[in-house]
């Protein structure tokens, strides 16, 4: 692409031109005019919906989970990268890793069936063409001898057109298709990119269903709500961490009334409206699940769409009953969000725990380190190690900081790991049946059985997905990435 030309959708100018009516609607169905709603004990929905309509994206200050994203060596910036092109570190790959097992263990469960699709494509192509122009996103785009190709900013084409080539019948819907793209890109501006929460290059978990008419989506979208509940819950973010946002069409709205505020009534708490007059995008409906961070920004997480343009612009047909071939409404759903958008969502909850006075956490599925031991001198490395060897082979991540260090310093450092567990093994505790645990969350010591912590830990990670320890058992063998 050469200097000074950059690809920007209609859509894009369009959502710059566009003219919004704001409400309230309470999960009662009374649908307020934003300026008339009372919104005394929501306060988080009024900044979400200060936020909103403002429309201001540029970043002004740092957000907090930049600093803890580095310094639990997560993630980092890359600067032989464009900007919004991240580098993962051990750690930070495992969380990353965990986080996008388990949204798509849960897409398996909903009946997703997964694929692959390719990351760039073709700008001639007349669909996507025309895609790209009804998208509000700026691209990236590859040369390829005398071609050009867009880097996908999503994974709806490589489905759509899958779907087209697809032999379809009234009784295969809804079908719904998954993949979580590594990775979708999006160019976008340069003040509004920060740290995990607006990227270039990120990770999308993008399940798409096709439905044989509005009854069916209605149902479908309804089903999906409830998936992306229990999936943020799973992740670790419950109903008082975001606030939803419906963006509808007048019309669609007038005419589907009770559907739209049956969402609001499952969310249980009121709910910013945005609504158009008239239809500038491919969708009638649209909600995101907000999350609002230290800054008072929001960002989306989970989202689901009812795409009323795309089966027919791509040329996707199902064979219905009646023996005519027919066009699929679409559903676009990401049921968390992008992957780095759960973690940054994930770090700057907990560091409002820590301005809260409460001790910031991962949930302990996602926690590098589960149980750290440290041995009281070098005479108890040994049992120490021979410990950590047995939970790990139980399932739990353990380790032992066997560095020559005091023993107030490592408990010190184990607990800027933010280490949910945490022993200290010297001459008694070798003799003994029970161990001093310091349990993070409690913020006091614990005489546990290793037994009953194993159980402890099972408990509570049960049915999450896990991985094993990334980086090696013994500290003293690790190498620091972030100085
Ligand atoms: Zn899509």
């Given at each position: 692409m050469s200097k000074g030309e950059e690809v920007i959708s209609e859509a894009l100018k369009a959502e710059e031109r566009l003219v919004s009516d704001w409400y309230v609607l309470t999960p009662e169905g009374v649908l307020h005019p934003l300026d008339r709603f009372d919104f005394e004990g929501y306060e988080k929905l009024k900044k979400f919906a200060d936020y909103e309509v403002r429309k201001s994206r540029a970043v002004e200050q740092e957000p907090p989970h930049v600093t803890l994203m580095r310094s639990l060596e997560l993630v980092d910036y890359e600067p032989a990268s464009d900007p919004g092109n991240l580098r993962y570190y051990p750690k930070g790959r495992m969380v990353k890793a965990l986080l996008e097992e388990y949204v798509t263990s849960k897409v398996h469960e909903y009946g997703g069936m997964e694929v692959e699709t390719p990351i760039m494509y073709d700008m001639k192509h007349p669909s996507l063409a025309k895609y790209l122009h009804r998208f509000p996103a700026r691209q990236y785009i590859v040369e390829s001898d005398e071609d050009r190709y867009f880097l996908r900013f999503a994974a709806c084409f490589g489905q759509f057109l899958m779907s087209h080539d697809a032999t379809i019948?009234?009784?295969?819907?809804?079908?719904?298709?998954?993949?979580?793209?590594?990775?979708?890109?999006?160019?976008?501006?340069?003040?509004?990119?920060?740290g995990l929460r607006r990227l270039r290059a990120f990770t999308m978990p993008d399940v798409h269903a096709l439905c044989r008419d509005l009854a069916q989506a209605k149902r479908e979208f309804k089903r999906r709500f409830k998936l992306c509940v229990e999936v943020l819950r799973g992740i670790g973010l419950e109903r008082d961490d975001y606030e939803l946002g419906i963006r509808v069409t007048e019309d669609f709205y007038r005419k589907n009334r009770r559907f739209v505020n049956s969402?609001?009534?499952?969310?249980?708490?009121?709910?910013l409206v945005e609504m158009w007059k008239e239809r500038f995008f491919y969708f009638v409906l649209k909600y995101e699940f907000n999350f609002l961070d230290a800054l008072d920004k929001a960002s989306a997480l989970s989202t689901d769409q009812i795409d009323v343009e795309n089966g027919e612009r791509y040329g996707i047909v199902y064979m219905d009953e009646d023996g005519r071939q027919k066009h699929p409404l679409i559903l676009h759903c990401s049921p968390s969000g992008a992957i780095e958008r759960d973690i940054y969502a994930l770090l700057e909850k907990a560091y409002l725990d820590m301005k809260g006075g409460r001790p910031p956490m991962l949930p302990l599925w996602l926690s590098p380190t589960q149980v750290r031991l440290i041995p009281v001198s070098e005479a108890h490395v040994k049992a120490a190690e021979a410990t950590a060897r047995l939970l790990n082979r139980r399932g739990i991540r353990a380790d032992v900081d066997d560095r020559e260090e005091t023993v107030p310093k490592k408990v010190r450092d184990a607990e800027r790991e933010w280490i949910p567990y945490i022993i200290v093994m010297g001459e008694k505790e070798m003799a003994s049946n029970l161990l001093p645990v310091r349990v993070r969350r409690e913020g006091e010591i614990r005489d546990m059985t290793l037994e009953s912590l194993v159980n402890e830990i099972r408990r509570e990670v049960r049915g999450?997905?896990?991985?094993?320890?990334p980086l090696p058992l013994r500290v003293k063998e690790r190498p620091r990435f972030v100085g």
């Open positions: 019948s009234y009784r295969d819907l809804p079908l719904r298709i998954y993949e979580l793209t590594r990775y979708s890109f999006r160019r976008e501006q340069a003040g509004e990119l920060a969402l609001v009534r499952m969310h249980g708490k009121p709910a999450m997905p896990w991985r094993p320890l």
